[in-house]
């Protein structure tokens, strides 16, 4: 059973920086497409950003879009998500997850949460004013 493991998360001052990671267990990363998702109290798990199994191409959030950089080594099974300019409004728990399909269109897919099989169990983002 593959399992997916983030990190990194923390308490960080307006404007400053964190990394999160996602590390996989198992072979099969490489053809997992991956995402991040996030969810703050009281509101529904948010997409945040989202890369391909095939070409690691890229997608993200407008909220996040400049800020975030979502990326992935297949040699390590790890997922990474570096943020920048981070804001009170990024405070959430965010979690990574895994969608096993190998699906090639990824069009109105990437930001459904039912797309994804696998999660991890989260890591809490604080962001302070």
């Known amino acids: 059973q593959v399992q997916l493991v983030e990190s990194g998360g923390g308490l960080v001052q307006a404007g400053g920086s964190l990394r999160l990671s996602c590390a996989a267990s198992?072979?099969?990363?490489?053809?997992?497409?991956m995402g991040w998702f996030r969810q703050a109290p009281g509101k529904e798990r948010q997409f945040v950003a989202f890369?391909?199994?095939?070409?690691?191409?890229?997608y993200y959030a407008d909220s996040v879009k400049g800020r975030f950089t979502i990326s992935r080594d297949n040699a390590k099974t790890t997922m990474y998500l570096q943020m920048n300019s981070l804001k009170p409004g990024d405070t959430a728990v965010y979690y990574c997850a895994a969608d096993t399909s190998r699906r090639t269109s990824f069009k109105d897919t990437y930001t459904n949460t039912a797309n994804y099989d696998l999660w991890g169990q989260g890591t809490q983002v604080t962001v302070s004013s």
């Open positions: 198992g072979r099969t990363f490489s053809s997992y497409a």
């Open positions: 890369v391909t199994w095939r070409y690691g191409n890229t």
